[in-house]
């Protein structure tokens, strides 16, 4: 089964949103645990996306360790300066992922 984690910034979106979408985010964190063919690639293949309706949640994955990282929600304003940010930031997210191995 995949191990799948999740940032601080992820966390505080997921608490502030409605109900409906803490239930089907749960629901993608199941399929996450079984499964890695979740959601559309980003320009990587371990830079992935799931759409929940006007939001996006992002994650990357690494195979290698059977870990998933949900790394943060945003609304579709927001998509691709969240895309850039989380580029620019993979070496930390890596960091991230070995400090809880």
Do not use: C
């Amino acid at each position: 089964m995949v191990r799948v984690l999740s940032t601080e910034e992820f966390d505080v979106w997921e608490k502030i949103l409605p109900k409906e979408y803490q239930e089907r985010i749960k629901h993608i964190i199941n399929q996450l645990k079984n499964t890695y063919n979740v959601g559309k690639s980003l320009g990587y293949p371990f830079f992935r996306e799931k759409k929940v309706d006007k939001y996006r949640i992002y994650f990357l994955v690494y195979e290698d360790i059977e870990t998933v990282l949900l790394v943060t929600i945003s609304d579709k304003k927001a998509q691709q300066e969240t895309i850039d940010r989380i580029k620019g930031q993979l070496d930390f997210y890596g960091e991230v992922i070995k400090r809880n191995i």
